[in-house]
Antibody, heavy 119, light 110 residues
Framework: QVQLQESGPGLVKPSDTLSLTCAVS?????????WGWIRQPPGKGLEWIGY???????YYNPSLKSRVTISLDTSKNQFSLKLSSVTAMDTAVYYC????????????WGQGSLVTVSS | QSALTQPPSASGSPGQSVTISCTGT?????????VSWYQQHPGKAPKLMIS???KRPSGVPDRFSGSKSGNTASLTVSGLQAEDEADYYC??????????FGTGTKVTVL
């Protein structure tokens, strides 16, 4: 059974880069799946950030594309999110998740990691 | 791309049914049979309940069903139970490898 676990700093300063890692266990990220990031500001709805395929192909939310990078580390069986030039609007719980295909829906999720942007 | 529109709240008594709508556009919900529904309890990660409009993943009770007509998708929860009280989010493939979520609906079991 696949398990996903987010990790990274809980506090980031404005204009800095937010960095999170999702460790995957029970499943190889080199398998034919898409690995994604979704965020949820406190008290608000879900927002898709982007995903990466096991081959390394990436697709990002157009509204965040200029600031987002998602990458794979197959040696550690994990994938990562970097979001640059953050502001208070980027304060949210960040989830990593797995989907078997772009149109299938995210069938496994991490527990989420709260990131607060504040000086 | 804009978020799909859901009613902020819905409610029903135990044993009753509740239906949640999810309205998009001809560029997302209306163009693809790739609508998913998620259940989220407070402080927890979302859980996939329906994929591809009406498919239930293994382990999801058959009390949950999905449908779509035009630009609007719907989730129906039949035989409401206390544990069904949660937030529900729809999502849709929006073309060009983009994905969009709904605004969310809080379901209350009276």
């Amino acid at each position: 059974q696949v398990q996903l676990q987010e990790s990274g700093p809980g506090l980031v300063k404005p204009s800095d880069t937010l960095s999170l890692t999702c460790a995957v266990s029970g499943y190889s990220i080199s398998s034919s799946n898409w690995w994604g990031w979704i965020r949820q500001p406190p008290g608000k709805g879900l927002e898709w950030i982007g995903y990466i395929y096991s081959s390394g192909s990436t697709y990002y939310n157009p509204s965040l594309k200029s600031r987002v990078t998602i990458s794979l580390d197959t040696s550690k069986n994990q994938f990562s999110l970097k979001l640059s030039s953050v502001t208070a609007m980027d304060t949210a719980v960040y989830y990593c998740a797995k989907t078997p295909c772009v149109v299938c829906g995210f069938d496994s999720w991490g527990q989420g990691s709260l990131v607060t942007v504040s000086s | 791309q804009s978020a799909l529109t859901q009613p902020p709240s819905a409610s029903g008594s135990p044993g009753q049914s509740v239906t949640i709508s999810c309205t998009g556009t001809s560029s997302d919900v209306g163009s693809y049979n790739y609508v998913s529904w998620y259940q989220q309890h407070p402080g927890k990660a979302p859980k996939l309940m329906i994929s591809e409009v009406s498919k239930r993943p293994s382990g999801v009770p058959d009390r949950f069903s999905g449908s779509k007509s035009g630009n609007t998708a719907s989730l129906t929860v039949s035989g409401l139970q206390a544990e069904d009280e949660a937030d529900y989010y729809c999502s849709s493939y929006a073309g060009s490898n983009n994905y969009v979520f709904g605004t969310g609906t809080k379901v209350t079991v009276l």
